[in-house]
């Protein structure tokens, strides 16, 4: 069987299945499996494929079309430019929350190590899950000390093995929200926490019912995570600190409120994504 020949059976057996980028996984797969880049897909289409690896192909196709997604297939995604491992353990990173880091990114570039006194550099990601969050702004943004905290011990050690891959440092504390920190503050906090209201769960698509409960349950209403952050994040921040917060959709006016109510904000307001949707809540102390 030639490459043309697997990735046409491929996207023809997603499509069927109900996958909705079937031409993209299939050729992520055979990206993946024969060592090879697009380009070389396209020039070398007529190559035959050998048998152990057709039948690694095989077995991933077969993966895929019962819904896995195929990030956990491949055991990586790419996030932010940088390649982060990801499992059932963790959510997937999502080019949503690349609005939370581009958020966050520009605080702390703005607030330099030559700047004033008060200039960010300690971060802290709550529910850091991979560490795609923390780890990202770690090697974007060389003074940031970061500090990653999960209640899943296995979430944090597929964040420790994503740490030493990157090859930057982050302390990796394990607890529930700030329990994981004691009583630590810090310049920035920044958390894309679970928010699917409970009655929804069952009702997500297939492949997003394979990613943690843990990491996507927020309550009967979505917001308890954000209630709770809300509660102590002043607690934890720095003077002249300040929260961001990954969002849903249609969740924004409401958790902006929370924050305002508990925190003595002297900046908050949203930031949308590239869909024009409210993704981000930020508040400045």
């Avoid at 031409?23 to 992520?28: G, P, S, T, Y």
């Avoid at 095989?58 to 819904?67: D, P, Q, S, T």
Wanted: proline share 6%; charged share 25%.
């Amino acid at each position: 069987m030639t490459i043309t020949d697997w990735l046409t059976r491929a996207k023809a057996a997603l499509a069927a299945s109900g996958c909705p980028d079937p031409e993209i996984d299939a050729r992520w797969m055979a990206e993946d499996t024969l060592g090879m880049t697009r380009t070389d897909l396209k020039f070398e289409a007529d190559r035959a494929i050998g048998d152990a690896q057709l039948k690694r192909l095989e077995a991933m196709l077969e993966r895929r079309c019962a819904g896995e997604p195929v990030q956990y297939i491949l055991g990586s995604a790419d996030f932010m430019g940088l390649k982060f491992e990801v499992g059932p353990d963790v959510l997937i990173p999502r080019q949503d929350t690349e609005t939370l880091v581009e958020a966050a990114l520009i605080a702390l570039q703005s607030a330099g190590p030559d700047s004033a006194p008060s200039a960010y550099s300690s971060v802290l990601d709550l529910c850091a899950g991979s560490g795609c969050i923390g780890l990202s702004l770690a090697t974007l943004v060389p003074h940031a000390r970061v500090t990653l905290a999960d209640a899943s011990r296995d979430a944090l050690e597929i964040a420790k093995r994503n740490m030493h891959a990157l090859g930057v440092k982050a302390d990796l504390r394990h607890g529930d929200l700030f329990a994981a920190v004691g009583r630590e503050r810090f310049d920035l906090i920044v958390s894309n926490p679970p928010y699917i209201p409970r009655g929804e769960l069952a009702q997500l698509q297939k492949e997003v019912q394979y990613e943690p409960r843990l990491a996507l349950d927020g309550g009967p209403d979505g917001l308890d995570f954000y209630r709770r952050i809300a509660e102590g994040a002043g607690s934890h921040l720095n003077p002249g600190g300040a929260l961001y917060l990954e969002v849903g959709a249609g969740q924004a006016p409401d958790i902006l409120e929370l924050v305002k109510a508990h925190l003595p904000c002297v900046e908050a307001g949203t930031i949308k994504d590239l869909n024009g949707i409210e993704r981000v809540v930020f508040a400045k102390i």
